[in-house]
């Protein structure tokens, strides 16, 4: 079977143009032009020497030349580089002193230090955020209808396969995920046999697992028997014909977010002829906006195909159990945030926090061990401040605990804390420990010897978080990535289209975080608008350059026409074998 007939034309949703800019605005020549007011209209020479001099810049575009100097004069005003404060002390003498930019200074433990007294007060209220942190009724109800999609398509028994699609699967966990269900609808399109996705080892996380130490591969290949031929290796006929040696087959270098009408130009051709080929690395090798039978694989792949191995779901689903029994007191409801503040990732910010010396130091050695020479690079520039007014930089656990408690979570409330190891975990971990006694980690709800198995393998460890996060009531995410995104479009695909997640505006916090004088109930109204914002958010449909992993709607979900009777348990059972 030819590829080119699995496009179809009815799925593929084009884009129209954008409208044409509005027409400039006309003015008219100088007319009128009166340089001496109060002189009943008449100008002097000098009036008129400069309406000359003005006109002739403009005439000529003369003004241009002076384009890069104003820009640079402005970002100079903007950064507080010419920035001061006057002051005047004793003895009529007056001192100046440079004003700091906005975030040029970490204040977080300054407006702690300030709004903790009022969180005391009000801890073990009676009123807890987790009870009635989502208005589910406001929100279209969807449900899961990838098969009803599959029926809509015209799907039927596979035909003869045109070869074998080999792909190589790099960076983290959800990176991995995203190839392999990428992998899946370009192996449909193709009308290639996929074989079971290669790991790559990658340098940052340095997890040597393959595809079934991660995921339940049998479940995977029966789960696509009706879509994608897939097997777990090349047939021994077919790697002869390669010397035995599968670097030998041909890799295909595809762009990124390559169209599938590509795919059918340049790689089914190759594919038919060789017989198989390999398409190294493939990370983000397949377009977003893709017709809805492509995005129907994708769909299947993720929600339904990939689940993870059995040792995964069998601690993370005794981690769960654990989780809800310590919630017992708000029903089984926790709160999970995906905390990003790990050596690297404060690194990579290039931000600056409470370290001094020491910190900048421990910082500049991250950065070159794991980027070498990124950074010095010759007109890089490393703004901190500019970082974190622009929202930039990674939360704090005290930040993240001061958001939480501002939106009303109280010291009773259950926090489960996704996270690679926090940078100086000691010191930053207190004052979130010290706003929710009752926190939670992977290491605190499993014992060791049931982690053991999973140390050393950064992917497995962060499938035990994944599932965690992916029950609880609120998922709030502080700094983006793939598991954010993945976990977001999973939420949604399981609780009827809602992500109930948080996802905070640090532009918007940080402003609030470097005030130490703000009052504790306008940090709070701040924080409500904030959670009410992502509220409104949860149920947002995928736009165009949308991916259908973090926006399933409509792609991969129908509207209901009724609520489900018990949306809670029937999704949470759903959930559990993911």
């Avoid at 259908?548 to 999704?571: G, H, I, L, R, W």
């Amino acid at each position: 079977m030819h590829g080119l007939s699995r496009l179809g034309t009815g799925g593929n949703r084009s884009v129209s143009p954008s409208p044409p800019s509005s027409p400039r605005l006309r003015h008219g020549r100088h007319k009128n032009f009166s340089g001496g007011g109060g002189r009943g209209g008449k100008q002097s020479a000098a009036d008129k020497i400069l309406f000359l001099l003005i006109s002739s810049v403009f005439r000529r575009k003369g003004v241009l030349l002076f384009a890069p100097l104003l820009y640079i004069l402005g970002m100079l005003l903007f950064m507080g580089s010419l920035g001061f404060d006057v002051v005047s002390l004793k003895n009529a003498v007056v001192v100046v002193h440079r004003r700091l930019p906005p975030g040029s200074v970490y204040r977080g433990p300054q407006v702690f230090q300030k709004l903790w007294p009022f969180m005391e007060a009000e801890s073990n209220a009676s009123h807890n955020a987790l009870m009635t942190t989502w208005n589910l009724k406001t929100h279209q109800g969807w449900k899961p209808c990838v098969n009803s999609i599959f029926s809509k398509s015209g799907f039927s028994e596979l035909p003869k396969s045109n070869g074998f699609l080999i792909i190589e699967a790099n960076g983290g966990l959800n990176q991995q995920r995203l190839s392999i269900c990428d992998a899946v609808a370009v192996a449909w399109l193709l009308n290639a046999t996929l074989v079971i996705p290669i790991f790559h080892l990658n340098s940052v996380w340095r997890d040597s697992s393959k595809f079934g130490d991660i995921f339940d591969e049998e479940f995977f290949i029966h789960a696509l028997r009706n879509h994608v031929n897939v097997v777990r290796e090349l047939p021994e006929d077919v790697l002869q014909k390669f010397n035995n040696n599968i670097s030998k087959i041909v890799n295909l270098r595809v762009k990124g977010w390559s169209s599938p009408a590509h795919y059918l130009q340049k790689v089914l051709p190759k594919l038919q002829a060789l017989g198989a080929v390999r398409i190294a690395p493939f990370s983000n090798r397949l377009a977003y906006s893709v017709p809805s039978n492509v995005q129907g694989l994708r769909c299947l792949s993720n929600f339904e195909a990939l689940r993870f191995s059995e040792p995964i779901r069998t601690l993370a689903d005794k981690m769960v159990e654990r989780m809800v029994m310590k919630s017992s007191h708000t029903g089984g409801k926790y709160v999970s945030v995906h905390l990003r503040f790990e050596m690297d990732m404060v690194a990579f910010s290039c931000c600056e926090y409470d370290g001094g010396e020491e910190e900048k130091r421990e910082m500049d050695l991250a950065r070159e061990r794991s980027w070498r020479g990124k950074f010095r690079r010759r007109g890089r520039v490393i703004r901190p401040a500019a970082n974190r007014v622009d929202g930039k930089c990674p939360l704090t656990p005290l930040e993240v605990g001061m958001m939480l408690r501002g939106m009303g979570f109280d010291n009773n409330t259950s926090l489960f804390v996704a996270a690679g190891n926090i940078y100086k975990a000691e010191k930053y971990m207190a004052p979130l420990k010290q706003m929710f006694p009752l926190l939670e980690t992977k290491d605190t709800l499993a014992i060791p010897e049931e982690l053991a198995p999973f140390k050393g393998h950064s992917s497995r460890l962060a499938a035990l978080d994944y599932t965690v996060c992916l029950h609880s009531e609120v998922f709030v995410t502080t700094q983006g990535g793939n598991f954010p995104h993945f976990l977001m479009g999973h939420r949604r695909y399981i609780y009827g289209g809602h992500a109930k997640t948080i996802k905070p505006d640090k532009r918007k916090l940080a402003p609030l975080f470097d005030n130490p004088h703000i009052g504790w109930e306008t940090f709070k109204r701040q924080m409500k608008d904030m959670l009410h914002h992502s509220d409104a958010k949860g149920s947002e449909l995928k736009k165009p350059s949308g991916s259908v992993y973090t926006f399933p709607m409509p792609d991969c979900m129908c509207k209901q026409t009724e609520p489900p009777a018990n949306e809670s348990s029937n999704t949470t059972n759903l959930a559990l074998d993911s």
